[in-house]
Structure formats: C-alpha cells, structure tokens
C-alpha cells in the first residue's frame, strides 16, 4: 500500500476512471450486442435503428478517450457493413 499522501490520491483516482472506462466499454457492448442479434434475426429496420444507438455510444466513448479514434472507426464500420449486407 502507497505511503505517499499522493500516491494514495492517484490510487483513488484511478480506480474512479475504471470504473467509469468499465461502464461505457459495456455501454457499447451491449449495443454491439444489440445490432448483431438484429443482423442474426435479418430485421433490417431493427438492426438500423440499434446501429444508429451504437453509433451514439461508440462515438461518445471515443471522445472521452476510453477508445483510440481508429478503433472507434473501425467498430462502426464493421457495424455499418454488417446491417449493409443484410439490407
């Protein structure tokens, strides 16, 4: 355990920003989830709608920076192509 007044501050903190990287990372899973049962089910309108959802929370987890940019444009392209594929 730290002994420094603030290294024990940054253990803190730390913890608090996992917590918030942990609950967006499964924000977005969750939508991803959502846009492939959709794409499984071949409901076209369904899986447009939740690829739009998924969009919103793939992009607002990049901007707070729990994903690198490209990552970000990489998971909504291979959303896009998917829904793409079934329309």
Not at 2 to 26: D, G, P, Q
Not at 33 to 57: G, P, R, S
Request: glycine share 2%.
């Amino acid at each position: 355990m730290a002994n420094i007044k603030s290294a024990k501050k940054r253990i803190l903190v730390n913890e608090t920003k996992a917590a918030r990287n942990k609950a967006i990372k499964s924000k977005v899973k969750t939508a991803v989830k959502k846009v492939e049962t959709a794409i499984a089910q071949k409901d076209t309108e369904a899986a447009k709608a939740a690829l739009n959802a998924a969009i919103v929370e793939i992009s607002k987890a990049g901007s707070k920076g729990v994903y690198h940019k490209k990552t970000v444009s990489r998971k909504i392209s291979r959303l896009s192509k998917a829904v793409n594929s079934i329309a």
